[in-house]
């Protein structure tokens, strides 16, 4: 099975710096990679598909890049609304692994 | 609108079943595959299981392949999980969500494995 590894797992940045997390899938995916936010006691929220479309109502400070292995999501300006866990998971076939999640914390 | 409502979450011992629901509302589940996540507490989501949209492929988590089976009921728009041999690592918020990307997701039902 394809292993979903994420980098870092947690980080503490300021208030407006950009913030990358980085997502590794063992082998190819394609482009069939999801990002999701779940704040403290929230559902998931889709943030992304297809690695780098942007859902509908989601901060255009959002953005998600790559393909074949290596995925990022960058929040190009941090927000206190952003502290939140961010998972990555791959949908092109199962498993449906999702990676281990980043905690993200302001300073 | 839609809605995903789980259902039959609580407290059982080991070794014992539970049967998990998921009724769906504001589109049918004959469109969607519905696929289970869970999340322990303080921990990450994990996938489970889905079904697809037509019924006829389901697959599971090596977790927990022989033990749970998901299956639906498409008169009433839901989808179930049968968790057979539970294990205190089962002990989980369980949620159901649209087949990934997941852009609906229930609330979660808790379902807590103790003797």
């Known amino acids: 099975d394809i292993q979903m590894t994420q980098s870092p797992l947690s980080l503490s940045a300021s208030a407006g710096d950009r913030v990358t997390i980085s997502c590794r899938a063992s082998?190819?995916?394609?482009?069939?990679l999801a990002w999701y936010q779940q704040k403290p006691g929230k559902v998931p929220k889709l943030l992304i598909s297809?690695?780098?479309t942007l859902q509908s109502g989601v901060p255009s400070r959002f953005s998600g890049s790559g393909s074949g292995t290596d995925f990022t999501l960058t929040i190009s300006s941090l927000q206190p609304e952003d502290v939140a866990t961010y998972y990555c998971q791959k949908y092109d076939s199962a498993p449906k692994t999702f990676g281990q999640g980043t905690k993200v914390e302001i300073k | 609108q839609v809605h995903l409502v789980e259902s039959g979450g609580g407290v059982v011992q080991p070794g014992r079943s539970l049967r998990l629901s998921c009724a769906a509302s504001?589109?049918?589940?004959?469109?969607?595959?519905i696929h289970w996540v869970r999340q322990a507490p303080g921990k990450g989501l994990e996938w489970v299981a889905v079904?697809?949209?037509?019924?006829?492929?389901?697959y599971y988590a090596d977790s927990v392949k022989g033990r749970f089976t998901i299956s639906r009921d498409t008169s009433k728009n839901t989808v179930y999980l049968q968790m057979n041999s539970l294990r205190g690592e089962d002990t989980a918020m369980y949620y159901c969500a649209t087949r990934p990307p997941s852009d609906y997701w229930g609330q979660g039902t808790l379902v807590t494995v103790s003797s």
């Open positions: 297809a690695a780098s």
């Open positions: 504001g589109f049918t589940i004959t469109n969607y595959g």
């Open positions: 082998q190819g995916i394609g482009n069939y």
């Open positions: 079904i697809s949209y037509d019924g006829n492929n389901k």
